[in-house]
């Protein structure tokens, strides 16, 4: 079946680079996605990747995709305190026209002053 | 656009009493989710709609849960009766309905229900 998984928690000292690293086993997922959850708020996206790139950038942030190994990750660069929350892995599931995503645990990122 | 918008942001209830959540998705979307949140099992997908017909309702946990979507500018989530497991932040959202591209999803900011 469809799985997504993610460490669930991730400390790092502002000013630092943070990686929040994914699994999945849909091979067929076409986007790849991750979403960002501030307390008490919805998920928002961030940013998503589609399966045959191996590298996204926008800004501060590097998106990692090893399709073989099924692999995808969030790299933040000069991590701020703003950037403490929760964040999500999300690929389409059964391929992207189904409309429905399915979501990982969530990685919470704790920044450090 | 006010976005996906979501009512009620909390709701307290006791055990037993029919609880009903809301979502007005953002027009011209023509896809709706409703998901759960809970510290044990994350975030997972009840049930979706397109174009006001429910596609997969395979994770609605009991026949105590039911939604509806009776126009596209509005949808329900019913759980009669509650029960305290039942204790979660639901999560409406919305997408367009092109048929390729990624699928980008507007989340609401939640309905956080606790029942006691």
């Known amino acids: 079946g469809e799985d997504v998984e993610q460490s669930l928690f991730l400390s790092v000292r502002e000013g630092d680079s943070s990686v929040i690293n994914c699994t999945y086993t849909d091979s067929s997922s076409t986007y790849l996605y991750w979403y960002k959850q501030e307390p008490g708020a919805g998920l928002q996206l961030l940013t998503y990747?589609?399966?045959?790139?191996d590298m996204k950038q926008d800004q501060r942030l590097t998106v990692l995709l090893n399709k073989k190994d099924k692999h995808l990750s969030l790299r933040i660069a000069d991590t701020q305190t703003g950037d403490s929350a929760i964040y999500f892995c999300?690929?389409?599931?059964?391929?992207?026209?189904?409309?429905?995503?399915?979501f990982g645990q969530g990685t919470t990122l704790q920044v450090k002053p | 656009d006010a976005g996906v918008i979501q009512s009620p942001r909390h709701e307290v209830t006791e055990m037993g009493q029919e609880v009903t959540l809301r979502c007005k998705p953002i027009s011209g979307h023509d896809y709706l989710f409703w998901y759960r949140q809970t510290m044990m099992r994350g975030l997972e997908l009840l049930i979706y709609f397109n174009n006001n017909v429910p596609i997969d309702d395979s994770g609605m946990p009991e026949d105590r849960f039911s939604a509806k979507m009776p126009n596209a500018s509005f949808s329900t989530l019913k759980i009669q009766p509650s029960e305290p497991r039942d204790s979660a932040v639901y999560f409406c959202a919305s997408r367009p309905g092109q048929r390729s591209g990624a699928n980008v999803l507007t989340f609401g900011a939640g309905s956080r229900l606790t029942v006691l």
């Open positions: 990747i589609f399966s045959n790139m």
């Open positions: 999300a690929e389409s599931g059964l391929g992207s026209n189904t409309g429905k995503l399915i």
